[in-house]
Every structure is written in structure tokens, then in C-alpha cells.
């Protein structure tokens, strides 16, 4: 997406979070103060290309792109796939439960299908790079972020553009219509739906129609 954005003549950063892209025991150890300060850093960077920033996440990226659009000076959100409350949300076990358990249990499977059955584009599956499970004690660190977000979606007032697939099977497109509702101080706020893909919109068979989508949003707010 970024590729795709940059041959349209944007600059673009992919941020890469603290404890991802390394292996899993990194993510461990991260906490979700770490996430937004990758944000910020990343925000940082491109202030010195570019005086208009827009940020636009996937999944937990999402996340991130709306609570830091509150304190960060952005022009614009464009959230994909992403989660209100967590999947399966264990809301009868409190953060400090969840910490506790991590102790004694390190991690839980991602789903219980198999790997790549949600995509539609098979191809595109073989080159997707991921951690094999969740770490349990980064689910603590999830749901106190997703806390943040939620307190934070009525002090967003910049434009924002919600994605999500009807056929994600992970984040359930219900979170796409609580996250638009909680946007209550958003004059411009658009939301999108795609059918062809899984949870991962950007890499699925609905990619460029997602990237299309991104490009007109930031197009008419630049």
C-alpha cells in the first residue's frame, strides 16, 4: 500500500512497532505506551519531509492511527480492519487476570483454522509474514490500548475514513459501525466496506480497491 501511495506521489513511512517484525518474545516484552511512541517517532520522521500527515493503520494500526490523531497534528485517519473491543473479548477477566495468566500459559493460537483459509487470494497468503501466535501477556497491553481509543474517539475531529471486509472472520464488521458511532465529533467521516478479502485488506484480492479508496481520501483532504 505504502509502494502504491508512493507511485502516486505521497511520501510514506511503514512504521514498524515495537516488538513486531523481530519474533515474538520482543512482543513480550513491548507495552502499549512503547506502540504509540513508535507512532510518534514515525511522525516525527516525516515531519521533516512533509508539513500535512496522514495516518493510516491496519487492525491494530488502526487503532493506533485513531487515538494518536488526537494528539498528533494530522490531516487526516484512514483505518482499516480495525477492532473496537478485542475478538472473543474475555470481559469477564479483568487486565491484571490477564497479566497473572501470562506467567504461567505464554501464548494462545492465532485461530482455530487453518492458516491462510480466511484469504481469498491464495497467492498473495504464501508471502504474508506474521508471528505464528499471540503472546498472552501483549492481549493485556491490546485491550488497555483499545480502552485508550475508545475514551478518545469523541476527541477526534479530523477526517476520518473507516475499511473494513464483510468477510473478515477476526475483527467482525460489526466493530466497523461502533467505531463510526463513537466518531460523534467527525464532520467528515466515511465508511467503506470490501467483500473480497479476510481481516488483512491490503495484501487480500480486495487490495486495490483499498488503496483506491486511501488515495481519494487523502486526495481530497490534502
Known amino acids: 500500500m505504502g509502494e502504491y501511495l508512493n507511485q502516486q506521489g505521497y511520501t510514506c513511512l511503514g512504521v514498524r512497532l ?3 517484525a523481530t519474533k515474538p518474545e520482543d512482543m513480550i516484552r513491548a507495552r502499549w505506551t512503547d506502540w504509540t511512541a513508535s507512532v510518534e517517532d514515525g511522525y516525527n520522521l516525516l515531519r521533516s519531509a512533509t508539513d500535512k500527515i496522514f495516518l493510516v493503520g491496519l487492525s491494530m494500526g488502526g487503532v493506533l492511527s485513531l487515538l494518536m490523531s488526537t494528539r498528533l497534528d494530522v490531516a487526516g485517519v484512514v483505518a482499516m480492519s480495525t477492532p473496537y473491543t478485542l475478538p472473543n473479548d474475555p470481559k469477564d477477566y479483568p487486565i ?11 501464548y494462545l493460537p492465532k485461530s482455530a483454522e487453518l492458516p491462510g483459509a480466511s484469504w481469498f487470494d491464495k497467492e498473495a497468503f504464501k508471502g504474508h ?9 501483549s492481549i493485556a497491553e491490546m485491550k488497555t490500548l483499545l480502552g485508550e481509543m475508545r475514551a478518545a474517539l469523541p476527541l477526534v475531529k479530523k477526517p476520518v475514513l473507516l475499511i473494513h471486509s464483510k468477510n473478515d472472520k477476526y475483527v467482525l464488521p460489526e466493530n466497523i459501525e461502533r467505531l463510526y458511532d463513537g ?8 465508511k467503506a466496506y470490501v467483500v473480497e478479502a479476510g481481516h488483512v485488506v491490503t495484501r487480500d484480492a480486495a487490495r486495490h480497491q483499498v488503496f483506491a479508496l486511501a488515495h481519494d481520501f487523502i486526495k481530497r483532504h490534502e
Open 129 to 137: 509474514i506474521s508471528y505464528p501466535q499471540n503472546p498472552i501477556r
Open 96 to 106: 491484571r487476570f490477564i497479566k497473572l495468566y501470562s506467567y504461567f500459559k505464554t
Open 18 to 20: 515495537a516488538g513486531h
Open 183 to 190: 466518531l460523534v465529533n467527525v464532520s467528515d467521516k466515511t
